[in-house]
Nanobody, 120 residues
Framework: QVHLVESGGGLVQAGGSLRLTCAAS????????MGWYRQAPGKQRELVAA???????NYADSVKGRFTISRDDAKNTVYLQMNSLRPEDAALYYC??????????????WGQGTQVTVSS
């Protein structure tokens, strides 16, 4: 079992920055890729950014050039640096981890979400 804990959300003015952190804990697992998703009221959950174990990254077009995803494998932690925030970035941000557990089975785990609010 892998447990994800997000932190770093909050209220920020448009143009400001926030850094989200997601730490994976548990035993007997290997994280394959980690990602950040977001869901605004009335909208579907969407991928914001993802990073593989090799360090390859993928971003939603709407955040390219403003957001940066990174990971610390030693800490099983992924970060999302969000700059130049816009009101449309406001959402509940979820961390996701694709992990292989000791049995060799891969699972996708989700955090509880952290709220990002951007005031105009």
């Amino acid at each position: 079992q892998v447990h994800l804990v997000e932190s770093g959300g909050g209220l920020v003015q448009a143009g400001g920055s926030l850094r989200l952190t997601c730490a994976a804990s548990g035993s007997g697992f290997r994280v394959n890729y980690m990602g950040w998703y977001r869901q605004a009221p009335g909208k579907q959950r969407e991928l914001v950014a993802a990073i593989t174990s090799a360090g390859s990254t993928n971003y939603a077009d709407s955040v390219k050039g403003r957001f940066t995803i990174s990971r610390d494998d030693a800490k099983n932690t992924v970060y999302l640096q969000m700059n130049s925030l816009r009101p449309e970035d406001a959402a509940l941000y979820y961390c996701s981890a694709d992990a292989t557990v000791v049995s060799g089975i891969r699972y996708v785990y989700w955090g509880q979400g952290t709220q990002v609010t951007v005031s105009s």
